[in-house]
């Protein structure tokens, strides 16, 4: 039974670039959330969908970062244009929301290096 | 403005003593609350979970304490186990705003054999 997979692992790019991250969640899960792990701010919520829709985008730090869910099994988080500060760990973790427990299972994140 | 904080970023206990995480939280509207641990290079994995109407929840070697008053949780760990060295996160929800948690800012464990 696959967890929620990531994609890329590891993304290092020069500032001014477009970046993609990608999420596959759980199967049968209906909420997807993406995170940002930094030392400053810790583990941070940017964006959470339910059944694919945005609920709260309240985390995301500026208009350069958009996020999609065009289908229950994929999401992106695209940042454009990237700055060095974007510098962080990427995850996505998925529950079943409202269908059962709210426990959030994460990927194994994204690291992302701009320079 | 941080609203579940955990105040101790590292902790070191040898093997077979008690570990005991702290986690304080500022919003009484928290219902649920959770810990997860992490390892190095990973994503954090759901450990164990408590209820706002409940005290306590156990579960093996782990097991949560929950004071409303003092809107205070604790984790503990009995006995510790090298394996458990990782860094534990304590998270919060609030039922009315969705499905959204609200992490510390962590608490790293080391176990010594």
């Known amino acids: 039974d696959a967890g929620v997979i990531q994609s890329p692992r590891h993304e290092v790019t020069e500032m001014g670039q477009e970046v993609t991250l990608r999420c596959k969640p759980i199967s049968g899960h209906n909420s997807l959330f993406w995170y940002r792990q930094t030392m400053m701010r810790g583990l941070e919520l940017l964006i959470y969908?339910?059944?694919?829709?945005?609920?709260?985008d309240s985390g995301m730090p500026e208009d350069r970062f958009s996020a999609k869910m065009p289908n229950a099994s994929f999401s992106t988080l695209k940042i454009q244009p990237s700055e060095p500060r974007d510098s962080a760990v990427y995850f996505c973790?998925?529950?079943?929301?409202?269908?059962?427990?709210?426990?959030?299972?994460f990927g194994p994140g994204t690291r992302l290096t701009v320079t | 403005d941080q609203q579940v904080k955990q105040n101790s970023p590292s902790l070191s206990v040898q093997e077979g003593r008690i570990s005991i995480l702290n986690c304080d939280y500022t919003?009484?509207?928290?219902?649920?609350f959770l810990w997860y641990k992490k390892y190095p290079a990973e994503g954090p994995t759901f450990l164990i979970s408590?209820?706002?109407?409940?005290d306590k929840n156990e579960d093996g070697r782990f097991t949560v304490f929950l004071n409303k008053s003092a809107k205070h949780l604790s984790l503990h760990i009995v006995p510790s186990q090298p394996g458990d060295s990782a860094v534990y996160f304590c998270a919060a929800r609030i039922k009315a705003a969705g499905n959204k948690l609200t992490f510390g800012g962590g608490t790293r464990v080391l176990v010594k054999p």
């Open positions: 973790a998925s529950s079943l929301g409202d269908r059962g427990s709210i426990e959030q299972y």
């Open positions: 919003n009484s509207m928290f219902d649920y």
């Open positions: 408590i209820s706002s109407i409940k």
């Open positions: 969908f339910n059944n694919n829709v945005p609920i709260d």
